[in-house]
């Protein structure tokens, strides 16, 4: 059955014309999708509307299944319509709520401290199954179409976005659209592993949206240690593709790197200076959580501190990331990982 959250506006409109029901009707459906509602909560539409489309669409493609709250986190599992399993964490913020989305089941990049790809890549999620995630966090937390409970969305749970990129920047304009939950491009990131072809695509699709990329070392021979994809996308591609992006949108990039033994000695930063120097960007350190079945983990406080103040005496902006979600197994991929092994367990006992 087709899903009903994978239809655009225009689409919807295009769906209920194709029904014989006044144009009016969608502008209903479409309010009671974005509430993230099922046809029998739709008091407003008639029993043959609720019939027509229940017959052919699918209303809700997400469920949480169960929500897991730390100290300044909340991390849920959503339950798709096929059985699969994603996640996504809500955190809370004195500049608004952020929430982080997947858009895939699984992961291909193979990054060698990331849980998200320990089973390797599943499946795609549609575009209206990413935008599921989010009404469905909305609702919960008492959102409207119009008064959101989420001000921020960050394309940074498990997947790789650009590896699905119709769905991806299908969602994007969705959720940008005034007529979907209204996003200000500003208010949404999304971050990448560094597919270099879809980072320049994404700057020709002009969405403007925050690009953050994932870059972890400053050689290509550490980067292809820690993360496969710099085999088929080097460092020097990467970095053309960021200029390319920032030259198209105006937006500064915001590149991610993950602090570790392997890629934070003096050497190391020093390398990592000469290659951003002089580019609009920020670096986002993050001190890495710790992952059982990788077996890595981050630095000292007082390193982390070190690095951070070389780079801003560099005239490199840097800022140490707020770890968030650690007492809820916040690495993507621990909690989904976690349920799908004891319900193994259980199968079996």
Known sequence: MKLLEDLDYNELTQ???????????ADQLNDMRLRHRDYSEANNLPKAVKEYFSERYLAQSVKILETVKGKDAEKYLFLLHDGNIVEGVFMPHNYGNTLCVSTQVGCRMGCVFCASGLNGLI?????????GEVLAVNALKGGTPTERAIGNIVLMGSGEPLDNYDNVVKFLRMIIDPKGLNFGARNISLSTSGLADKIKKLADEKLGIVLSISLHAPTDEQRSALMPVNRSNPISELMAAADYYFKKSGRRIIFEYALTAQNSDDNSIKQLIKLLKGRCLHVNLINLNYVKERGMSGLSRKRVDQIVETLNAAGIGATLRRSMGNDIEGACGQLRNKYLSSNAAEDKA
């Open 15 to 25: 769906a209920v014309s194709e029904g014989g029901f006044p144009r009016y009707r």
């Open 123 to 131: 499946r795609n999620l549609s575009a209206g199954e990413i935008l």
